[in-house]
Structures are given as C-alpha cells and as structure tokens.
C-alpha cells in the first residue's frame, strides 16, 4: 500500500492529495509553469471570496482582466495606486480608464486615452511589481536588531554589545608559564638549589677544619 503524499498549494495554499493541479484554484503544480506563476505575482488585488487566499497579481494581469471584461466598474480592487485600500475599480488609477471612466472626475473616456479630455489627469501604467504604493520614498535601509549570522566584521563592531577585540595577554597565559629567561621560574629554582648545594658545602667545611683543629690540639695535649 503506497503512502498518499499531501501537498499544499503554493498560490492558493489549498491542501491536497499530490496532483499536477491545484484542485482549488487551478493552478499547475508542475514545477515550470508554477515559475510562470510565481512570475504573474504583484502588489494589485480583485476581491474575490472564491479566492481568498491568492497573492496578488502584476498590473499587466489585471489590466488584461479589465480589457476583457473579467472585472467591471463596481469591482473592488486595491492596489499601489489605492495605498492598499479597496476601492471600486471606477475610481482606481490606471484601471478605471481601461473600464472607460475617468479616476478623477468620472469622464466617460476611452481605454486608448492617455489622460483625461475632461480634467487632463494622467492614464498610467504601474508595472513596479514590488511597489505597493504605501509609501512615496525608497525603502529605508533597515536596522540591525540583534545579531544576523550573516553581518560582516564592520557590522558586528557596529552593535550595540561589547565589541570584539583581542583578549588581555595575561588571561591567555598559562597558569604556569614555561619561560627560559632570566628571572624566570625555572631559573629561580635552579638557583635556589645552587645556592642551598654551595651552603651545605660551607658548613661541611668548617666543620672538618674544626675537626682538624680539635684533633691536632688532642695530639699535642697527648704528646706532651
Ligand atoms: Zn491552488
Ligand atoms: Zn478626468
């Protein structure tokens, strides 16, 4: 009996037995055309409760939709051009004149127009797939918030926690350094062990002249 593998759908996230179509939203799962996919994904939005989960789609698609009737002028789309709100697709810039209406004042226009004849507001086209309109700048560069395994030396440095630097020599040391200089450890004791031989020498030779000096008084004393 062989395992059924279950697969969620990358477009619509629908579960689903393996299949080389997604059965909710009908997408092909096939590794190529799910590229082509991924490729139609943008900042604009139909409502469509059949579809709720669906990212977005680029400006080409749903200006295609539009020219072919797919959405008319009381659909609700949101967009770069709507700061992401909804809105009826009448008043939605760069669609509303493919459903032959002015955005601005509502003039009957033509989908060939450029702008309006009426109140000569520009008709544009907005293919900035990353662009969803919610701000008019650049993206802001961003801020380190903790640590990222992949921030270069400088960035590191840059944080806020104590930076790195070579250690103190003293704490890499050893507890018992081996030198061989003068001064050192190992030269101390052996000079220790010098001095305590040279010493042991003297005494022993004070006591054997002592010993002399007894003995010959002995023999003189004996003699006499
Ligand atoms: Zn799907
Ligand atoms: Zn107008």
Same mark, same amino acid.
């Given at each position: 009996?062989?395992?059924?593998?279950?697969?969620?759908?990358?477009?619509?996230?629908?579960?689903?037995? &393996?299949?080389? $179509?997604? =059965?909710? +939203?009908? #997408?092909? $799962?096939?590794?190529?055309?799910?590229?082509?996919?991924?490729?139609?994904?943008?900042?604009?939005?139909?409502?469509?409760?059949?579809?709720?989960?669906?990212?977005?789609?680029?400006?080409?698609?749903?200006?295609?939709?539009?020219?072919?009737?797919?959405?008319?002028? /009381? =659909?609700?789309?949101?967009?770069?051009?709507?700061?992401?709100?909804?809105?009826?697709?009448?008043?939605?810039?760069?669609?509303?004149?493919?459903?032959?209406? +002015? /955005?601005?004042?509502?003039? /009957?226009?033509?989908?060939?127009?450029?702008?309006?004849?009426? +109140?000569? #507001?520009?008709?544009?086209?907005?293919?900035?797939?990353?662009?969803?309109?919610?701000?008019?700048?650049?993206?802001?560069?961003? &801020?380190?918030?903790?640590?990222?395994?992949?921030?270069?030396? =400088?960035?590191? $440095?840059?944080?806020?926690?104590?930076?790195?630097?070579?250690?103190?020599?003293?704490?890499?040391?050893?507890?018992?350094?081996? &030198?061989?200089?003068?001064?050192?450890?190992?030269?101390?004791?052996?000079?220790?062990?010098?001095?305590?031989?040279?010493?042991?020498?003297?005494?022993?030779?004070?006591?054997? #002249?002592?010993?002399?000096?007894?003995?010959?008084?002995?023999?003189?004393?004996?003699?006499?």
């Amino acid at each position: 009996m062989s395992k059924q593998r279950i697969l969620v759908c990358p477009i619509c996230g629908e579960t689903q037995s &393996e299949s080389s $179509l997604c =059965t909710a +939203c009908g #997408v092909s $799962l096939v590794k190529d055309e799910l590229l082509i996919a991924e490729g139609g994904i943008g900042p604009w939005w139909v409502r469509d409760e059949t579809l709720p989960h669906n990212p977005g789609m680029t400006y080409d698609h749903l200006a295609h939709l539009a020219k072919c009737g797919k959405i008319e002028r /009381h =659909t609700l789309l949101r967009g770069p051009t709507t700061r992401q709100l909804w809105m009826v697709a009448r008043r939605v810039a760069g669609i509303a004149h493919l459903l032959k209406r +002015c /955005h601005d004042c509502g003039a /009957h226009v033509s989908p060939k127009d450029r702008s309006c004849p009426e +109140c000569n #507001v520009p008709f544009l086209a907005y293919r900035d797939r990353n662009n969803f309109g919610l701000d008019e700048s650049d993206p802001s560069r961003g &801020e380190i918030d903790g640590m990222s395994s992949f921030l270069n030396d =400088t960035m590191i $440095l840059n944080t806020s926690s104590k930076p790195l630097s070579i250690p103190d020599r003293k704490s890499v040391e050893p507890t018992e350094p081996f &030198e061989d200089g003068v001064g050192s450890p190992q030269f101390r004791a052996v000079q220790r062990r010098l001095e305590s031989t040279l010493r042991a020498k003297r005494n022993l030779t004070v006591t054997v #002249v002592l010993l002399i000096l007894i003995s010959m008084g002995l023999a003189i004393m004996a003699f006499k």
